[in-house]
């Protein structure tokens, strides 16, 4: 017998983006606001549907607002992970962009 399904576990809250990083990057307070929202839209969802968390209820191919919010919540997750990316490339491009010159071709004299 399969056991129960457990109901995803919350991921660490990113790191705010603080003023100088939004000076370059405006878009990661979007972004984190975004991946907030997703969270706590499938935590409301899964209360809202507790079948969702139980395999054998199958409850999604009865009745359509569950279909959808199960829809809801495996699509969360893949848009949740590509935001994760796109926020860490924007913080690489921005500790490059902020990273000291370390130019060595000039001959002090």
């Known amino acids: ?3 129960r399904a457990r109901p995803p576990t919350p991921a660490p809250a990113p790191a705010s983006p603080r003023v100088p990083e939004l ?9 984190l606001l975004l991946e907030c929202a997703l969270d706590i ?3 409301a969802l899964l209360a809202e549907h507790p079948t969702l968390i139980d395999d054998y209820a199958r409850a999604r191919d ?13 699509r969360a997750g893949a848009l949740e ?3 994760r990316c796109y926020r860490r490339a924007v913080r690489a491009a921005y500790d490059a962009a902020t990273a000291p010159d ?3 071709d000039d001959i002090p004299f």
Do not use: E
């Open 41 to 43: 839209a499938a935590q």
């Open 81 to 83: 992970d590509t935001l």
């Open 23 to 31: 000076l370059l990057a405006p878009q990661l307070a979007a972004i």
């Open 62 to 74: 009865r009745d359509p607002a569950v279909s959808l919010a199960y829809l809801i919540c495996r």
């Open 102 to 104: 370390t130019n060595d």
């Open 1 to 3: 017998m399969k056991p």
